[in-house]
């Protein structure tokens, strides 16, 4: 199959035995293959677990919906932070979300083994603390990290922009200015280039004690030049108001090494720390990812269990089937599950058109079929 046609969506399904569970696989196997591969098929292997009441299995269904909503949750949030912090295309990060070391479709494909044989004491507890122990790091470190990167942000803004209001900490040295004089002052003008010709026949005479022949071009960006400009401190406000009316911006700057000195090591500090973040944040998320990714299949293994035997009774005899349909064949697929299992639900055929709820079907979370269906969206980012 090409990659186009591959979907990051598989449906996990389960169906009664029949004579054995191996014939329900086989059944379904050559029904989905007989028609051009509609899915690419593998067994779902879930140990057999101990069924307590049909009361507890109810109350089971219904926490697990909620955990698998929450676990679902972290692992989309912990995959699209991913895609935040490696600022990246979409190939490289769905390359790093790896889980446990395999893709996810061999993830969803592996065994699933659980801590305890009865479902009485799975361990939701320790699934949900796991997984929300995850949320909570996700939270503190992000928040670290993005705000490492705000303020480094932040300063590049400040070194960047227009002349008006970017830093001067690169662009001018201490031989520009006229320095510790009691009477004379150096002071930087941005002049639009359109107006240059116009600064240069008028600076002299803006004001009275302008030094002749101070100013030089320091810097120019697409619009202005920087240039500065000496004469005495009385002049100083006289200069700036006429400046104005012929457009020369005087910025507000005073020369001070010490200060441009600190600006640029912080600069430097948090350009440091941000790398030195980065590596051990990147392996943070996918060492995670994997276990929140892996928490999220086992919630889903439960689900299909409980669900199974809730809708087919005891004792337990039913297979597992992981499909990921392609693309363009998903509609045929549908039709091809339906007349294979539409007769184990006697009002399967009024609902499966039927788009209003029926009472104790839960049709608002999850589309209702003959079979056991739940699906798995491996699609975990948005891309903007």
Known sequence: QDKGTKMTEFWLISAPGEKTCQQTWEKLHAATTKHNNLS????????????????VLVGLSDEL??????????????????????????DKVQENLLANGGLLEQQCQAEHKFCSSSLDTVPFLFIFKGVNQIDNDLKAR?????????????????????????????????????????YLVTLLVIVPKLNYNDWVKQYETLAEMVVPRSSNVLFEDQDSYLCNVTLFRKAVDDFKHKAREYKFMVRDFQYNEEEMKADKEEMNRLST?????????VRWLKVNFSEAFIAWIHVKA?????ESVLRYGLPVNFQAMLLQ???????KLREVLYELYKHLD?????????TMDIPGLNLSQQEYYPYVYYKIDCNLLEFK
Do not use: H, W
């Open 142 to 182: 992000a928040s670290a990290y993005n705000n490492l990167k705000g303020n480094l942000q932040n300063l590049e803004r400040k070194n960047a922009g227009s002349l008006l209001t970017r830093s001067l900490a690169d662009i001018v040295k201490k031989e520009d200015f006229v320095l510790d004089s009691e």
């Open 302 to 306: 439960l689900r299909v269990f409980v």
């Open 325 to 331: 349909p392609n693309k363009k064949t998903m509609k």
């Open 40 to 55: 690419t098929n593998s067994k779902f292997n879930i140990p057999d677990l101990k069924v307590g009441t049909l009361d």
């Open 65 to 90: 919906a909620k955990l698998d909503a929450f676990v679902e949750s972290v692992v989309k949030k912990v995959a699209q932070y991913m895609a935040d912090v490696l600022e990246d295309s979409k």
């Open 346 to 354: 006697s009002s399967a055929a009024a609902i499966i058109d039927a």
């Open 273 to 281: 720390d941000k790398k030195k973040q980065f590596g051990p944040l």
